[in-house]
């Protein structure tokens, strides 16, 4: 069969994306479970041996049933992460040979794999969202819809499709919440396109929709469900700073990259309306296109990482596909041909985008493996680490660290394990906690409290270990490398107004009433090509007129063209321990990570008040961090 051919049969073109979806689920398995979310997801399959159920999404356990199969099977760790990647395909599958084979459908069916794909890069890897779910059943209230129309008439068949189109409801609602808008476009889009004005089926489906959003809106009043139904009930109120809404932004700056395929058809379906003279259509599109992205843009106003922002948009990917794959149809084998290579474009486009974000997934695995080979020295197994020793750009969200390093130290073999889990302000461990407790296992912010006898102990084996709180120090490897002193024994040496001084007994220091100090200015990569090191800077001040010991300080800042972006400081302490005409000593340390040579390093004295006071004996150091 000939390229072209393949390309315009469209259950063949489907099955060629779910091959390749199948072998991506397969080749990042790790990067698709070992994350956040996922990893968590999988954690709780194997300590509970059983479907677990988040925010009240019934419908979202069932690619959970192939993990749960595999564990009863006592198949390997490595196997389990493989079948749980897979298995969301595999759902995703069954819906798109339902379309394509059993509703005849075939086109319609590409909706499916391209809608996993559209706009898609980060969050491909976050297969545990429910939105994935939510959005492939939507294509399927549709399609049953469609092929629901060849029923024969009488009161029989109007009940049954009028009882699985609420079954297939009822998976949407309780999958994701944002299913009541998509759901909500594809009845009226089905209404409109089938002229069924004076047909009560779209009307009564219409009240199941607004009944079901009723009621969950009702009984979410707390948890995570409860989040996407405060934004969505304070619509009115944030719709006069939409541009300031963090998913617009997004959406903005993305509208050429990430979302260049989306723009495209949303253009090529709008030129189509009006080239057919389809204004009803056209309305309908325009208007709940734009209120839908209103809608997304203040419920989710506030900053999330890229992968997050994705999911939050991917609805619009409904009101994208479903038109221009039922519509958008030349007459003609070579128009037909250009439209089929189009969405040959956007799959592949989705392909090579989460191939290039899996360096981002790969990098962060590295990093949370090299730490766990940095703790094995240790006779325990189990620790808390603080919020500043770990790097918050290869770790990205705190939360799941611990299940995340449990499950990648343990893929070597049960008696491998280790878990760390990070004390932040949003899972802060509460005082009194017992961490020689060797049974206890703190998981996530939620779950601080779990039996480690509990644990598999055929995947995981943290027994007899009590948790070990590490340090910086813990971390650090390698000397003391020295970048720079100053004793300022030079007499002649002076900066602007300041100058040396020597005292009675002949030591020579620095007398400053600037704001800021000689100290290290310079590039991070003129001193270290290490990523992560601690820095630690001494100097010993001499107040010569009172000031405020609460802003005489000492600083290590990371720049970049004027720009902060890490900053430690540190006075005399305690504070009201500095002793006018008195040498005192001030200390600051904090961990550094840089990988861009273009950074700045700034060590100085920080004098706000411009006081006049001596300084001596000034040293800057660091030790490089093992991870």
């Known amino acids: 069969m000939s390229a072209k051919s393949l390309i315009l049969n469209n259950k ?4 060629l994306m779910f091959l390749v979806l199948f072998v991506l689920s397969l080749l990042f398995y790790l990067e698709r479970t070992c994350f956040v979310d996922p990893c968590y997801a ?6 509970y041996h059983d479907y677990v159920i988040e925010a009240g999404r019934i419908a979202a356990v069932l ?55 559209l706009g898609v890069k980060y969050s491909f890897f976050w297969i545990s969202t429910e939105t994935h779910q939510a959005l492939v059943y939507t294509i399927l209230f549709y399609a049953f819809l469609t092929w629901s129309m060849r029923f024969k008439p009488g009161a029989l068949f109007w009940i049954i499709r009028l009882a699985v189109a609420t079954a297939i409801l009822f998976l949407c609602f309780y999958s994701h919440p944002v299913s009541m808008f998509t759901v909500l476009f594809v009845l009226g889009f089905f209404v409109i396109d089938n002229k069924l004005w004076f047909k009560p089926e779209g009307y009564l489906l219409g009240v199941i929709i607004v009944a079901l959003a009723l009621f969950k809106f009702l009984t979410s009043s707390s948890g995570y469900e409860s989040f996407f139904f405060k934004g969505f009930g304070e619509f009115f109120e944030r719709i006069g700073v939409v541009s300031y809404s963090e998913s617009y932004k997004f959406l903005k700056t993305h509208a050429l990259g990430v979302y260049f395929f989306s723009l495209l058809l949303f253009l090529a379906t709008t030129a189509w309306y009006i080239m057919m003279k389809q204004y009803l259509k056209l309305a309908y599109y325009l208007v709940f296109m734009v209120l839908f992205s209103l809608v997304l843009f203040t419920t989710f106003n506030i900053w999330y990482y890229p992968f997050i922002q994705e999911k939050n948009l991917m609805g619009l990917n409904i009101l994208l596909l479903i038109p221009f794959l039922k519509d958008v149809i030349f007459p003609g084998e070579k128009k037909k041909l250009i439209l089929q290579v189009i969405l040959v474009l956007v799959f592949f486009a989705g392909v090579f985008r989460v191939a290039d974000a899996s360096r981002f997934y790969k990098n962060r695995e590295a990093y949370i493996s090299n730490l766990v080979k940095t703790v094995r020295k240790y006779p325990e197994k189990k620790f808390i680490l603080a919020e500043s020793m770990v790097d918050r750009n290869q770790v990205n969200v705190y939360w799941g660290f611990a299940p995340e390093t449990l499950i990648l130290s343990s893929l070597e073999g049960p008696d491998s394990s280790v878990s760390m889990y990070i004390n932040d302000t949003y899972g802060k461990i509460e005082a009194g906690i017992n961490f020689n407790d060797p049974m206890l296992y703190i998981c996530a912010p939620w779950a601080k409290n779990l039996d480690v006898r509990r644990l598999d102990k055929r995947y995981f084996n943290l027994d007899n270990s009590t948790y070990r709180v590490l340090t910086d120090q813990d971390l650090l490897q390698g000397k003391d490398v020295v970048v720079y002193t100053n004793t300022f024994d030079d007499r002649t040496y002076h900066s602007g107004n300041d100058s040396c001084r020597t005292d009675s007994s002949g030591n ?43 802003w005489l300080t000492l600083v290590i800042s990371k720049e970049q063209k004027n720009v902060v972006l890490e900053y430690y400081i540190a006075g005399v302490q305690p504070a009201d321990s500095l002793k006018l005409r008195q040498w005192n000593t001030i200390t600051v340390s904090g961990i550094v990570r840089s990988t861009d040579p273009a950074n700045l390093l700034k060590v100085y004295l920080w004098n706000p008040e411009k006081k006049r006071l001596g300084m001596d004996d000034f040293r800057i150091s660091y030790r490089a961090l093992t991870h």
């Open 63 to 117: 690619p959970q049933s192939l993990a749960l199969v595999a564990i009863k099977l006592h198949l390997p760790l490595k196997a389990i992460l493989m079948v749980y990647s897979f298995s969301f395909v595999l759902l995703y599958y069954l819906i798109y040979l339902l379309i394509a084979y059993g509703f005849k459908l075939d086109r319609l069916a590409l909706a499916v794999p391209l809608v996993l794909l």
């Open 42 to 47: 999988v954690f709780n399959l194997l300590y």
């Open 12 to 15: 063949l073109l489907g099955q």
């Open 508 to 550: 020579t220091w620095f007398e400053t009433g600037s704001e800021f100090s000689p100290g290290f200015y310079g590039l991070l990569a003129g001193i270290t090509k290490n990523p992560a090191i601690m820095i630690t800077a001494t100097v010993r001040v001499y107040p010569m007129e009172s000031l405020n010991p609460k």
